[in-house]
């Protein structure tokens, strides 16, 4: 019974009635998010009623823009990065076209809105501010440079404590070149440090330390430290370091604030800097971080986006079974080819992809199988099996055709010879099987002639 139930989380997405399941684990409802490539939807675990995000990316036009290595780089990062002022990621699934970022949900909304309202408080400032560079000191910690730090990225939640997210732009060791250094010029000019506007590298934890100093400024203000009638000078504000502090703001705070914007970064106060000055430490608990395995953006790419070990399926009698989206996603992206999931025991098979639904599916089966002067059989569990009327060298031949569903708008059709001699059984695939269906296939197994 537990293997079965584990076996029923595995189903892709599908709907029942007005509710959207998928995977059989997850209900997705309102959209509360949308970028170029990819919504976020509210969800709830169906098992614990857990309430979640679920990031839905757009597997086709993040390969058409060269971004799949930047989303196995998301995924690496936020496996690295398990600290209670971070956003978790509790899991990712993938489909044929999509892939699913299960994260946690954090309902207090952007601190961006808080700051937009105007300045804060001080001590709201500080805990917020304190918080962020916890979640950032961790970071680093982990070699994760997050390179696009600001307020639209730190959410609250329910208790008004900070979660890091976003960490699209976020690098890895990696990628420093052998100056030691990062390259890639990135993040929101507001934000960004001057090192990293002037293209001539940068260590990614000292532009996080200046964006952090921003973040605080805009905080206790209610506007940004930097500002200008046009891009080029603010760049040149910033390059200066040229700000004014308001005369709200408190010595201490202004003190911090005058150390953590220079525009030199070697002269740039660093975290435990930070952590020893006398604002910061004020009513100041360090969080209980957790400690997790290591990732790279090898083994994400072995794991959630392309495979993750063997083919899984689930039997039911009202639905056909369906094929596990971890095998799959590789497949679909080579002509899909999906023989690497079957066991070598197996007997010879031929697949094909459909984007016709199961029943007509099989309806069209039972119709090919008599125009083929076979014997046809509906078995239960959506299978067909075909007898033919002539003795070949090893007896009739028998064919099973069995029908899975990968998504609601694909299924698999596999066949599989029961009896018979396999010579015959490949020259039935060859001359009678796929020409009768040539209409409602999709892709043949192995053959990239899928859109």
Known sequence: MEEQAEMENLR???????????????????VLGQGT??????????????????????????????????????????????????????????TKARIFFVMEYVKGGELFAKVAKGKLKEDSARKYFQQLVSSVDFCHSRGVFHRDLKPENLLLDENENVKVTDFGLSALPEQLRNDGLLHTQCGTPAYVAPEVLRKKGYDGAKADIWSCGVILFVLLTGYLPFQAENVMKMYRKIFKAEYECPPWISNDARRLISKLLVANPEK??????????????????KPVTVSVEESSVENVEKDEIESNGELEMVT????PSFYNAFELISSMS?????????EN???????????????????????????????VSCMKDFKVKMQGKVEGRKGKLAVTAEVFEVVPEVAVVEFSKSAGDTLEYNKFCEEDLRPALKDIVWSWQGENNYQ
């Open 12 to 30: 892709i997405s599908y709907k029942n009635g007005s509710r959207n399941i998928i995977f059989g684990k997850y209900e997705m409802g309102r």
């Open 37 to 94: 490539f990819a919504k976020v939807f509210y969800g709830k675990n169906m098992s614990t009623q857990e309430s979640v995000a679920i990031k839905v990316i757009k597997k086709d036009q993040v390969k058409k823009e060269g971004l799949m290595e930047q989303i196995k780089r998301e995924i690496a990062i936020m496996r690295l990065v398990r600290h209670p002022n971070v956003v978790e990621l509790k899991e990712v699934m993938a």
């Open 268 to 285: 740039r106060i660093t975290i435990p800097g930070i952590t020893r000055n006398p604002w910061f430490r004020k009513g100041f608990t």
């Open 316 to 319: 039911t009698k009202s639905s």
């Open 334 to 342: 080579s002509g899909f080819d999906l023989s690497n999931l079957f």
């Open 345 to 375: 025991k197996r007997k010879p098979a031929s697949l094909f992809t459909s984007k016709c639904s199961a029943s007509a599916i099989l309806s069209r089966l039972e119709s090919m199988g008599k125009k083929l002067n076979f014997s």
